[in-house]
């Protein structure tokens, strides 16, 4: 997943990267600073069901962003400083989502796909 999202994590303004999948873990994470790290204790179902039909969200606080996009398994979330490009990322995104919809999943689960 590292070299997938290389793309993203290597334009100026970007804080960190994260994937999670629908079930709510967390199947990735960077962050470029140590203060940003997260646990892989958390549990991100809440927000995974919340937003169950959006496909696509721009989170605008007052010192950073956050840029969400859907994908067939999770969700990517890119933290972003207050004033970083938008349109990069989107494009990033754009080229990255059809590459993470076409991850084998792991485990026995894949046997069992419809």
């Not at 804080?15 to 646990?39: M, P, R, W, Y």
């Not at 994908?71 to 207050?82: R, S």
């Not at 059809?98 to 991850?103: M, S, Y």
Request: with cysteine.
């Amino acid at each position: 997943m590292q070299h997938i999202l290389d793309g993203i994590l290597c334009l100026n303004n970007i804080k960190g990267c994260l994937f999670i999948k629908n079930n709510g873990k967390i199947d990735f994470a960077q962050f470029h600073t140590v203060e940003h790290e997260t646990s892989d204790a958390l549990n991100w179902s809440f927000f995974t069901k919340a937003l169950a039909d959006i496909h696509e969200a721009d989170l605008v606080f007052e010192n950073a962003r956050c840029y969400l996009r859907k994908a067939k398994t999770g969700y990517l979330l890119v933290i972003l400083e207050a004033f970083a490009s938008l349109s990069a990322i989107k494009l990033q995104c754009d080229l990255i989502i059809p590459k993470l919809n076409a991850l084998k999943p792991k485990g026995l689960k894949r046997f069992f796909q419809k």
